[in-house]
């Protein structure tokens, strides 16, 4: 998702653009993502500047290729169990609200007009009129399409090209070379790698993530619902599962049920304790879920850099470089601001979001601080 | 209390119920877990007890190898060597600490768990029916050839009055003849395959007399039936509104492309079709057993790659009732010896491995005779469905192919919806792997079935940990179970 | 000639369901999709997307596309439910009633 927007803004800055991906469009994280364009999980900050940012892009996209993509502004509702919850999620919406966030306070007696089917025994919740949905891989594909860049899909970039000066000038391939004065690294979990490929480093892990889909529905889920210990899990660090229920109905009818979050490396295998807490805690928002039957469940594999923000921008350890990896669970949602500040920085213009914080060579042993 | 060693056997068709036989008379205490209300799986479906047929073998074949099994299944279930455990429709089966849990769905319904533990399994999940679309395919009135088929063995009612009987392999023979015993007027039975294919096959089939005999058996059947058999013909539509009015058939050349001017329509209610069968791989596949193709990769003694997990029958590539039984035996008698430690003894069980060998042998040949028709795909209208569920068109995969990348099942599943609907793809993957130009592979599927999310939130806590009085897993618990102590 | 001829079947005593209302006769030991095709009802469902009906195709549990709303319980298979006495089946719309799923919320 993350190349097809840098693909997009980099043909529209008027670039040529190629394309290349070992698998099909799609065929890595974002396949498995659900779609969240967020801005409500996100604490003020570079990446809540990002997500704005990527907000604004993506509802100018909704008329072309986000209708094909089945762009839904359908908003979010964030719900707290407990007063004292609800009191730290207020807080919190506030912060946000001062960094230009829609954020509006929900009763609990509010709540049931939003969601009717909601749980009788929550606090109360906090709206967020900016968040929306995508179908994933449609919105891959028809970025992709738009922006008529070649594609060279199945190819394996097996190195990167560099000159005498260490300058990027391509990428080798399972299928021949690709001469460019600019590679942009948008492999995702498996960005590490292709930044070994030039000789740098960056710590991408994955962090696996179960979602489950369940039977087609009538419309009864009509936001993005989950509860407010999802931004903590998010945040965490911690290796261990942690699930925290993320519930919403899709256009197409199924709900979907995230969000799991452990690092166990690539495994794909199914974990029974990870969809039965995400059923749990999916029951316990909506508990007419009890009986709806879960069709099937997939697994993915969030990019996760150590400090939870993505590596956007040029590395300077490698001239010609540029990294557009490590959202994490929000990818497709930033997807649309990384692609346009790395088409920014790929024409040389001033980047409209400050990318300090984003720098690739952040995490060397030195901060980076030495070129 | 008994010590011994526990497998349960996923499936009571013949493969699972030669397996169970095999593994409980050599020292091995059998679960047999199934979603049936009674045993036989498809091939001996046997009609609801309340109907009370006094005479079902008069829809079935090899009737005496049922009687076998059957009583075989009354004697060790009496001995208490044997529990079957009928209405158990498994969704997962998962590889715990030192166990494996099988866990079903109860009953029609579905809606609530149950986990059996063993020590092993054997899958004998069987298999389903492949039909490939063609205009009209989803009207009512249009049925599976083997659905037809369970309808009228285990229900005793009919499809409609005129039938025709369409597709192509060897299933066809008895549905068209079973139908047509059972009252309903069989228009014709139209098959594909063409007669010389069959024979020009001879080494495959020679190997068979058995096989030869049932043939001539079945020409028989369908001349004193009056059923008009057109070979190396196909349906090219379904015609009706709201239902079944007719169908056009026309003939095949050699090449098996359609011969222009050969259309005609055959007025009737019902058709049935069907064109081979698929493996059930989905509880392999979760366990991480490798596949090959769409079927799961067993040893020569039925063993997957996965240590305890055997398999056997239809899952393992298919070949009808009589391999299934062979392989069923072999598999039983493996884990049998595995899993008390000792090594088994193969030459002991030469005749099932003889059995084995000839009828695979004899299902390769039939697996070439009886391939679809060549351009079955192109043949596809743009605006026929081929995902049922999500009413996903053959242009829709076409143009996702085309324009959006979507050249595998995966890809063409997240682009159009193909395949994520209430069959998760098992009826439109051969369709769409056709129309996309990829090779048909198993899908992933952790959930075999939909599960409520009730039943996925009270799962048991941890893996042979204590339980709770009352937890769903006590419903079939027993208390010999080495898992549960 | 028919399947209960031919089988020798000696059925107990017949039982009426409905179908959206109307009385249907059923035997005991049926599924809901062999009552309605003895009743010659080939269809009892209309898909979420373009309204078509459907019935019985595969008839052994795995295509869905039997899928029926009984005792206002949506998504049933047909093929693979057993009818009782007095059984309320309705030909489900699309997904079929939410009260099926939501109980008591409404």
Sequence with gaps: MVGAACALYAARAGLDVRVVDRGPVAGGTTGAGEGNLLVSDKEPGPELELALLSARLWERLADGPGAAAEYEPKGGLVVARTPAALAALTEFAAGQRAAGVLAEPVSAAELPDLEPHLAADLAGGVHYPQDAQVMPALAAAHLLRACGARLHTGRTVTGVIRGPDGTVRGVRTDRGDLSAPAVVNAAGTWGGDLAALAGVRLPVLPRRGFVLVTEPLPRLVRHKVY??????DVASDSAALRTSPVVEGTAAGPVLIGASRERVGFDR???????????????????????????RTYAGFRPYLPDHLPAIGPDPRAPGLFHACGHEGAGIGLATGTGRLIAQALTGGTPELDLTPFRPERFDADGGDTP | MSERVHLAVVGAG????????????????????????RAGGQFYRQPAPALNARRPQALHHQWRTWRRLADGLARHTEAGYLTHLTGHHVWCVQ??????????????????????????????????????PFPGWT????????GAQAMLKGGLVLPGRTVVVAGTGPLLLPVATGLAAAGARVAALVESASPAALLRRAPGLAAQPGKLAEGVWYAGLLARHRVPVLARHTVVAAHGTDRLTAVTVAALDRTGRIRPGTARRIPCDTLA?????????DLAETLGCALAGTAVRVDAEQRTDVPGVWAAGEATGVGGAALALAEGHIAGRSAAARMRGTVPDPPAWAAADRARTRHRAFSTALDTVYAPPAGWAERIPDDTVVCRCEEVTAGEVRTAARTLGATDLRSAKLLTRAGMGWCQ????????AGLTGCPLTAARRPFA????????????????????????????????????? | MNPLELTRARPGRPFTVTLDGRPVEALPGQTVAATLWAAGVPAWRTTRGTGRPRGVFCGIGVCFDCLVTVNGRANQRACLVPVHPGDAIRTQEGTGPAGGTVQGDE
């Design chain 2, 425 to 432: 793809g098992r009826m439109c993957a051969p369709a769409v």
């Design chain 2, 139 to 146: 009207l009512p009135g249009v049925v599976t050839a083997g």
């Design chain 2, 95 to 132: 590889r715990e600490s030192d166990s494996l849990a099988v866990h079903a769905l109860l009953g029609p319904e579905q809606e609530e768990g149950v986990t059996v533990h063993a020590d092993a399994v054997l899958l004998a999940t069987g298999g389903y029916e492949r039909v490939l």
């Design chain 1, 227 to 232: 509860a407010a210990d999802y931004v903590a």
């Design chain 2, 449 to 485: 079935r939909p599960v409520p999310l009730g039943v996925l939130a009270g799962l048991p806590d941890a893996p042979d940990g204590p339980k709770a009085p009352g937890a769903p897993e006590d419903r079939a618990a027993d208390d010999s179970s080495p898992a549960q102590q």
């Design chain 2, 14 to 37: 013949p493969a699972g119920l030669a397996g169970a036989l095999a593994a409980a008379s050599r020292g091995v205490r059998v679960t047999l877990v199934d979603a049936g209300d």
């Design chain 1, 269 to 295: 295998s199914l974990s029974l304790p990870a969809v039965r807490a995400l059923a749990a805690g999916a029951i316990g928002l909506f508990p007419f879920l009890e009986r709806v039957r879960a069709l």
């Design chain 2, 273 to 281: 079709v069907g064109h081979g069968m698929l493996p059930h791989t």
